[in-house]
């Protein structure tokens, strides 16, 4: 069985400041952690994904997330918000090929 | 470039109108997946497709269906919508894992948002 908590519904920020979307994930087995990001009205972009070859992944736009298994957490970070990274993010595990998702982080960036 | 393909993107159809949204891949991955999303909570599985056998989720309901006429297309369709079936309905595909197993990453077309009036 497998789950993911983001815990935060809403991260507000101003632009250039450093963002940080909480993660954390239960899997029985070595879990596949990845990161998606949805606009308005768009699909969903991959940012980033945890292969197991390196705890600390870095992903598109600037984005990178540390996988932390004493902790079960995979947070997803960046140094200096954009405006443009205002949106959904989602957390997700998938040990196969049914993956589980967050309820989601939207992202607010402020001038 | 490969990609996942939805039309319409927009699709505006009557309560009780049956309706059909198609997705196209041409990445030849043999998953693909429905999704369905409403607004500000997370995408939601309502069935999907290894090859060609068809796995419904248990709480999918009997007012959703699904065709996979071959690896390339999938369809949905709604055979009569309600008011709370309006949504973003998002098709996704990815490679099988394999005999090693490993992250399967999913491939997202940009969504057909349907309104029921």
């Known amino acids: 069985a497998q789950s993911v908590t983001q815990l935060d519904s809403h991260v507000s920020v101003s632009e250039g400041t450093p963002v940080l979307l909480r993660c954390n994930y239960s899997s029985s087995y070595s879990p596949s952690l990845f990161w998606y990001v949805q606009h308005p009205n768009k699909g969903l972009q991959l940012l980033l994904k945890?292969?197991?070859?390196?705890?600390l992944v870095k992903g598109i736009n600037g984005f990178e997330a540390e996988f932390k298994k004493s902790e079960t957490s995979f947070h997803l970070t960046k140094p200096s918000a954009h405006m443009s990274d205002a949106a959904e993010y989602f957390c997700?595990?998938?040990?196969?090929?049914?993956?589980?998702f967050g309820r989601g982080t939207s992202l607010i960036v402020h001038p | 470039d490969a990609m996942v393909i939805q039309n319409p993107r927009y699709q505006v159809t009557q309560f009780g109108k049956p309706v059909t949204l198609s997705c196209s891949q041409t990445?030849?991955?043999?998953?693909m997946y429905w999704y369905q999303q409403k607004s500000s909570q997370a995408p939601k599985l309502l069935f999907h497709?290894?090859?060609?056998?068809?796995?419904n989720e248990a709480d999918t309901p009997d007012n959703f269906q699904s065709r996979r006429p071959n690896t390339s297309f999938c369809f949905l369709d709604i055979r009569s919508p309600g008011l709370g079936d309006a949504a973003m309905y998002l098709c996704a595909t990815s490679k099988s894992p394999g005999l090693a197993g490993g992250p399967v990453e999913q491939f997202f077309g940009p969504g057909t948002r349907l309104t029921v009036l």
């Open positions: 990445l030849n991955h043999n998953v």
């Open positions: 497709y290894y090859d060609k056998d068809f796995n």
């Open positions: 997700v595990v998938g040990g196969s090929y049914i993956p589980t």
């Open positions: 945890y292969t197991s070859a390196a705890t």
